[in-house]
Protein backbone atom coordinates (compact mmCIF):
# COMPACT_ATOMS: atom_id res chain seq x y z
CA UNK A 1 0.00 0.00 0.00
CA UNK A 2 1.55 3.59 -0.98
CA UNK A 3 1.46 5.95 1.33
CA UNK A 4 -0.81 8.19 -0.23
CA UNK A 5 -3.60 5.32 -0.08
CA UNK A 6 -2.74 4.66 3.36
CA UNK A 7 -3.43 8.31 3.83
CA UNK A 8 -6.58 8.02 1.27
CA UNK A 9 -8.12 4.96 3.51
CA UNK A 10 -7.40 6.81 6.88
CA UNK A 11 -8.81 9.88 6.47
CA UNK A 12 -12.14 7.92 4.43
CA UNK A 13 -12.59 5.88 7.65
CA UNK A 14 -12.27 8.38 10.13
CA UNK A 15 -15.01 10.43 8.77
CA UNK A 16 -17.15 7.41 8.12
CA UNK A 17 -17.44 7.25 4.18
CA UNK A 18 -17.40 4.19 2.48
CA UNK A 19 -15.39 3.73 -1.00
CA UNK A 20 -18.59 3.82 -2.86
CA UNK A 21 -19.42 7.08 -1.34
CA UNK A 22 -16.27 8.60 -1.91
CA UNK A 23 -16.15 7.32 -5.32
CA UNK A 24 -19.46 9.25 -6.04
CA UNK A 25 -18.08 12.47 -4.58
CA UNK A 26 -14.82 12.44 -6.91
CA UNK A 27 -16.82 10.99 -9.97
CA UNK A 28 -15.10 7.41 -10.33
CA UNK A 29 -15.86 3.66 -9.29
CA UNK A 30 -15.60 2.31 -5.99
CA UNK A 31 -13.22 -0.33 -7.54
CA UNK A 32 -10.80 2.76 -8.61
CA UNK A 33 -11.20 4.06 -4.78
CA UNK A 34 -9.93 0.48 -3.91
CA UNK A 35 -7.34 0.28 -6.04
CA UNK A 36 -6.16 3.70 -4.99
CA UNK A 37 -5.94 2.77 -1.31
CA UNK A 38 -4.46 -0.55 -1.93
CA UNK A 39 -1.65 1.16 -3.97
CA UNK A 40 -2.44 -0.40 -7.42
CA UNK A 41 -3.01 2.65 -8.79
CA UNK A 42 -1.29 6.20 -7.90
CA UNK A 43 -3.73 9.40 -7.76
CA UNK A 44 -2.86 12.30 -10.23
CA UNK A 45 -3.18 15.84 -9.10
CA UNK A 46 -6.35 16.90 -10.01
CA UNK A 47 -8.02 13.13 -7.85
CA UNK A 48 -5.75 14.12 -4.77
CA UNK A 49 -6.48 18.06 -4.36
CA UNK A 50 -10.48 16.73 -5.42
CA UNK A 51 -9.91 14.35 -2.09
CA UNK A 52 -7.64 17.14 -0.10
CA UNK A 53 -10.69 19.52 -0.51
CA UNK A 54 -13.71 16.84 0.39
CA UNK A 55 -11.34 15.93 3.76
CA UNK A 56 -10.17 19.71 4.31
CA UNK A 57 -7.14 18.09 4.81
CA UNK A 58 -3.80 18.98 2.41
CA UNK A 59 -2.60 15.39 1.66
CA UNK A 60 0.65 16.27 0.98
CA UNK A 61 0.70 14.36 -2.22
CA UNK A 62 3.22 15.73 -4.10
CA UNK A 63 6.64 14.16 -3.06
CA UNK A 64 4.46 11.15 -1.87
CA UNK A 65 3.37 9.81 -5.03
CA UNK A 66 6.79 10.64 -6.87
CA UNK A 67 8.62 8.70 -4.02
CA UNK A 68 6.18 6.22 -3.97
CA UNK A 69 6.27 5.55 -7.74
CA UNK A 70 10.38 5.56 -7.58
CA UNK A 71 10.61 2.97 -4.82
CA UNK A 72 8.13 0.69 -6.61
CA UNK A 73 10.32 0.47 -9.55
CA UNK A 74 13.28 -2.33 -9.57
CA UNK A 75 14.74 -2.35 -13.50
CA UNK A 76 15.40 -6.29 -14.45
CA UNK A 77 18.75 -6.88 -15.58
CA UNK A 78 19.66 -3.24 -16.54
CA UNK A 79 23.18 -2.28 -14.33
CA UNK A 80 23.72 0.92 -12.71
CA UNK A 81 25.68 3.30 -14.29
CA UNK A 82 26.80 7.11 -14.27
CA UNK A 83 27.03 9.16 -17.19
CA UNK A 84 29.79 10.76 -18.04
CA UNK A 85 30.28 13.52 -20.39
CA UNK A 86 32.03 11.53 -22.40
CA UNK A 87 28.54 9.29 -23.01
CA UNK A 88 27.99 10.93 -26.50
CA UNK A 89 26.24 9.33 -28.82
CA UNK A 90 27.98 9.03 -32.38
CA UNK A 91 26.36 11.55 -35.21
CA UNK A 92 25.58 8.26 -37.53
CA UNK A 93 23.50 6.90 -34.81
CA UNK A 94 21.37 10.47 -34.49
CA UNK A 95 20.92 10.43 -38.18
CA UNK A 96 19.47 7.20 -38.61
CA UNK A 97 17.29 7.68 -34.83
CA UNK A 98 15.62 10.90 -36.67
CA UNK A 99 14.70 8.49 -39.07
CA UNK A 100 12.89 6.42 -37.10
CA UNK A 101 11.67 8.45 -34.82
CA UNK A 102 9.28 11.59 -34.47
CA UNK A 103 9.14 14.60 -32.18
CA UNK A 104 5.38 15.21 -31.78
CA UNK A 105 4.32 18.21 -29.96
CA UNK A 106 2.50 18.37 -26.44
CA UNK A 107 -0.07 21.40 -26.92
CA UNK A 108 -2.54 22.74 -24.38
CA UNK A 109 -6.55 22.27 -25.30
CA UNK A 110 -5.97 25.82 -27.44
CA UNK A 111 -3.79 23.80 -29.73
CA UNK A 112 -1.69 27.02 -29.95
CA UNK A 113 1.09 26.58 -26.63
CA UNK A 114 3.37 23.90 -27.39
CA UNK A 115 4.29 22.49 -23.58
CA UNK A 116 6.87 19.96 -24.37
CA UNK A 117 7.23 17.16 -27.04
CA UNK A 118 7.51 13.06 -27.16
CA UNK A 119 9.24 11.05 -29.93
CA UNK A 120 7.26 8.46 -31.12
CA UNK A 121 8.24 5.91 -34.04
CA UNK A 122 7.16 6.19 -37.85
CA UNK A 123 5.88 3.33 -39.33
CA UNK A 124 6.02 3.51 -43.01
CA UNK A 125 5.88 6.64 -43.01
CA UNK A 126 2.89 7.05 -40.31
CA UNK A 127 2.98 7.12 -36.65
CA UNK A 128 0.31 4.88 -35.12
CA UNK A 129 -1.33 4.46 -38.28
CA UNK A 130 -2.04 8.19 -38.91
CA UNK A 131 0.23 10.96 -41.35
CA UNK A 132 2.86 12.46 -39.57
CA UNK A 133 1.26 15.99 -40.21
CA UNK A 134 -2.05 14.77 -38.67
CA UNK A 135 -1.19 13.61 -35.17
CA UNK A 136 -0.21 15.51 -31.29
CA UNK A 137 -0.33 15.30 -28.05
CA UNK A 138 -2.97 17.29 -25.98
CA UNK A 139 -2.57 18.09 -21.93
CA UNK A 140 -6.52 18.25 -20.46
CA UNK A 141 -7.06 21.77 -18.96
CA UNK A 142 -10.29 21.33 -16.87
CA UNK A 143 -11.94 18.05 -15.38
CA UNK A 144 -15.25 18.47 -17.70
CA UNK A 145 -14.28 14.78 -17.89
CA UNK A 146 -13.33 13.38 -14.86
CA UNK A 147 -16.59 10.83 -15.17
CA UNK A 148 -14.94 9.20 -18.32
CA UNK A 149 -11.50 9.18 -16.04
CA UNK A 150 -10.10 12.05 -18.22
CA UNK A 151 -8.79 14.55 -15.60
CA UNK A 152 -6.96 17.97 -15.81
CA UNK A 153 -2.80 16.99 -16.34
CA UNK A 154 -3.57 13.99 -18.04
CA UNK A 155 -2.12 13.72 -21.70
CA UNK A 156 -4.39 12.13 -24.64
CA UNK A 157 -2.82 11.15 -27.89
CA UNK A 158 -5.21 12.47 -30.77
CA UNK A 159 -5.08 12.92 -34.70
CA UNK A 160 -6.79 15.49 -36.75
CA UNK A 161 -10.13 15.13 -37.84
CA UNK A 162 -12.53 16.60 -40.38
CA UNK A 163 -15.44 14.76 -39.77
CA UNK A 164 -17.53 13.25 -36.36
CA UNK A 165 -17.10 9.92 -35.42
CA UNK A 166 -20.26 8.96 -33.34
CA UNK A 167 -19.27 7.29 -30.36
CA UNK A 168 -15.96 8.72 -29.87
CA UNK A 169 -13.79 11.30 -28.11
CA UNK A 170 -13.60 14.44 -29.58
CA UNK A 171 -12.00 17.77 -29.25
CA UNK A 172 -14.39 20.24 -30.58
CA UNK A 173 -14.91 24.41 -31.10
CA UNK A 174 -18.31 25.21 -30.25
CA UNK A 175 -19.02 28.70 -29.71
CA UNK A 176 -15.97 30.26 -29.82
CA UNK A 177 -14.51 27.75 -27.07
CA UNK A 178 -12.67 24.48 -27.60
CA UNK A 179 -13.95 21.56 -25.77
CA UNK A 180 -13.79 18.01 -25.43
CA UNK A 181 -16.88 15.70 -25.53
CA UNK A 182 -18.02 12.25 -26.55
CA UNK A 183 -19.89 12.82 -29.25
CA UNK A 184 -23.28 10.87 -30.51
CA UNK A 185 -24.96 11.32 -33.98
CA UNK A 186 -28.99 11.97 -33.55
CA UNK A 187 -29.56 12.39 -36.91
CA UNK A 188 -27.88 14.26 -40.22
CA UNK A 189 -27.95 17.27 -38.70
CA UNK A 190 -28.04 16.92 -34.81
CA UNK A 191 -25.22 15.73 -32.40
CA UNK A 192 -25.44 15.05 -28.71
CA UNK A 193 -22.72 16.11 -26.36
CA UNK A 194 -21.78 14.06 -23.50
CA UNK A 195 -19.74 15.60 -20.36
CA UNK A 196 -19.24 14.38 -17.12
CA UNK A 197 -17.65 16.36 -14.29
CA UNK A 198 -17.87 14.20 -11.35
CA UNK A 199 -21.56 15.32 -10.68
CA UNK A 200 -23.21 12.92 -13.09
CA UNK A 201 -23.73 12.49 -16.74
CA UNK A 202 -24.93 16.13 -18.88
CA UNK A 203 -26.15 16.50 -22.24
CA UNK A 204 -26.28 18.94 -25.11
CA UNK A 205 -28.27 18.39 -28.15
CA UNK A 206 -26.48 20.69 -30.91
CA UNK A 207 -26.81 21.16 -35.12
CA UNK A 208 -23.95 19.21 -36.93
CA UNK A 209 -23.68 22.97 -38.37
CA UNK A 210 -22.55 24.32 -34.91
CA UNK A 211 -19.90 22.54 -34.43
CA UNK A 212 -15.98 22.27 -35.81
CA UNK A 213 -14.57 18.71 -35.29
CA UNK A 214 -10.46 19.26 -34.31
CA UNK A 215 -9.67 16.17 -33.55
CA UNK A 216 -10.47 12.48 -32.37
CA UNK A 217 -9.20 10.99 -28.77
CA UNK A 218 -7.12 7.63 -29.62
CA UNK A 219 -5.01 7.23 -26.28
CA UNK A 220 -4.77 8.58 -23.08
CA UNK A 221 -2.01 8.93 -20.46
CA UNK A 222 -3.11 9.26 -16.85
CA UNK A 223 -0.95 11.90 -14.81
CA UNK A 224 0.81 9.54 -11.81
Known amino acids: MSRVGEK?????????????TLGKKLGVSEGFINELETGKKVANEAIIKRISKIFGKDLDDINMYVEDKEDNYIPKNVPKKTV???????????????????????????????????????VSNKIEGYPQNKVF?????????????????DVAFAHTINEIESNSLCLLEYNGNKIIRQVKKLDSSKLLLVSNSGSGVRTQTVYIKEIKPLAKLDKLEILL
Open 8 to 20: IRILRNENKLTQK
Open 84 to 122: QKKDIINPVWNDALESILKNVPVYKTDLKTVISSRSLPV
Open 137 to 153: FMEIQDDDMIGFRIARG
